[in-house]
């Protein structure tokens, strides 16, 4: 019996467009909610939002029983982090804040077992395996992982066909928020400037081959990376939905004319 199909990962290497909701709540109730919401892919946050191993299992735990495709990312692309995410079960990693090749190259043998790699083969202990339940796991999940890399830096742009090159990388993730920092316009990744680098990067990134993703809670300039090829693309959070409506729920029975302080769309947690 070999590792589990990773779906999302086929249907990025098949040009199939992925929508998705970043998952920000840390709750086990809160990611089950949202997987029986017909998206293709959440991603589970573990930069911005306060999560750690434990709670990311339960996460994973509660999506398990929908077909919807679980990423994890990392608060830092470090080996021992992605180790342990592997291990509860994940498959996809989205790696923050890649800006060299070199980066790349080690993110890609921290996701895949020795030779080809430097995970730790501890699999009897870990969910991944079924607890060494799935007898081929070891031989068959190399070919399960799928490894996002997030570009957010102008370092990152800089050196972004270098990254997209990597053998082992499946996809490129543009983080236009902090990458509208970097560029000087804090707070307004929409700026013509930054937007032309997005889409720059987006086409770019396909040029090597890979998929490309972003995240907007616009959801007209969401069809519009889309349209120019960019396949798993996250349209908001729940954290966003969550203030928003709770908010507006307010406001509506006050009579306002607007909640007093709306999140627009899903928030800037790129």
Known sequence: MPAPKNHFKAALREGRVQIGLWVALTSPYAAEICGGAGYDWLL????????????LVAQVQ???KYPV???VRPPIGEAWIVKQILDIGAQTVLVPMVETKEQAEAMVRAMRYPP???RGVGAALARASNFNRIPDYLQTANDEVCLLLQIESR??????DAIASVDGVDGVFIGPADLAADMGFLGKPGAPEVQAAVEDALKRIQGHGKAAGILTADQALAKRYIEIGATFVGIGSDVGLFANATSRLIADFRGNAAPPSSVKGGGQVY
């Not at 370092?155 to 972004?160: D, E, F, K, R, Y």
């Open 44 to 55: 589970v946050d573990a930069e911005h939002a306060p999560n750690d191993i434990q709670t």
């Open 62 to 64: 509660a999506l398990a």
């Open 69 to 71: 495709g679980v990423i």
């Open 116 to 118: 080809h790699g430097m």
């Open 155 to 160: 370092a990152g742009l800089a050196n972004l």
